[in-house]
Antibody, heavy 120, light 108 residues
Framework: QVTLRESGPAQVKPTQTLTLTCTFSGFSLNTIGMCVSWIRQPPGKALEWLARIDWDDDKYYTTSLKTRLTISKDTSKNQVVLTMTNMDPVDTATYYC????????????WGQGTLVTVSS | SYVLTQPPSVSVAPGQTARITCGGNNIGIKTVHWYQQKPGQAPVLVVYDDSDRPSGIPERFSGSNSGNTATLTISRVEAGDEADYYCQVWDSSSDHQVFGGGTKLTVL
């Protein structure tokens, strides 16, 4: 059974760095083709893809946020970490992690999401 | 970057057929995936690779893709189908995942 769960602070202040952790089970990021992405959704708005990390440690970032994002993995812990620097109120959103295969390109399993509010 | 365009809303009576479109430049040569999102919940994959259904998704959900438009069709719509629907593709030129703006399906 595949599960993913996001964790991190519910609130951060403007200019701070956000660190989110995705803890997963039921698959391994050591398996060829396995990848994990982060996706966010501001309240009442659409989904926005942020980043992806692959089994071979290749990393991809959305162009508009590339300078602020870092994605990494700890395969021994079955975790993927996303950091976002210089947080702003417009970054207030629910952040999801999701599994994706490198040759299928759809998200077949999602975490429940974690709401992050940026406010002073 | 690649852009996907969806109508903000679609309304349909119970038992009728809902069609939700996803427009993109030559989207027919890409593979399109569709997600259903109910309030307060994470998205759920309902159609992948243009027209395939994950296990557990009713046959009422189907998809097609040609030219500049992909379509999610929901037959015999039920009240429980009321949700936001998102299309998604992989943009090979940037190796980015791209989502459409979402369509709110209202069951009258």
């Amino acid at each position: 059974q595949v599960t993913l769960r996001e964790s991190g602070p519910a609130q951060v202040k403007p200019t701070q760095t956000l660190t989110l952790t995705c803890t997963f089970s039921g698959f391994s990021l050591n398996t060829i083709g396995m990848c994990v992405s982060w996706i966010r959704q501001p309240p009442g708005k659409a989904l926005e893809w942020l980043a992806r990390i692959d089994w071979d440690d290749d990393k991809y970032y959305t162009t508009s946020l590339k300078t602020r994002l870092t994605i990494s993995k700890d395969t021994s812990k079955n975790q993927v970490v996303l950091t976002m620097t210089n947080m702003d109120p417009v970054d207030t959103a629910t952040y999801y992690c999701a599994r994706i295969h490198s040759n299928r390109y759809y998200f077949d399993y999602w975490g429940q999401g974690t709401l992050v509010t940026v406010s002073s | 970057s690649y852009v996907l365009t969806q109508p903000p809303s679609v309304s349909v009576a119970p038992g009728q057929t809902a069609r939700i479109t996803c427009g993109g430049n030559n989207i027919g040569i890409k593979t399109v995936h569709w997600y259903q999102q109910k309030p307060g919940q994470a998205p759920v994959l309902v159609v992948y690779d243009d027209s395939d259904r994950p296990s557990g998704i009713p046959e009422r959900f189907s998809g097609s893709n040609s030219g500049n438009t992909a379509t999610l069709t929901i037959s015999r719509v039920e009240a429980g189908d009321e949700a936001d629907y998102y299309c998604q593709v992989w943009d090979s030129s940037s190796d980015h995942q791209v989502f459409g703006g979402g369509t709110k399906l209202t069951v009258l």
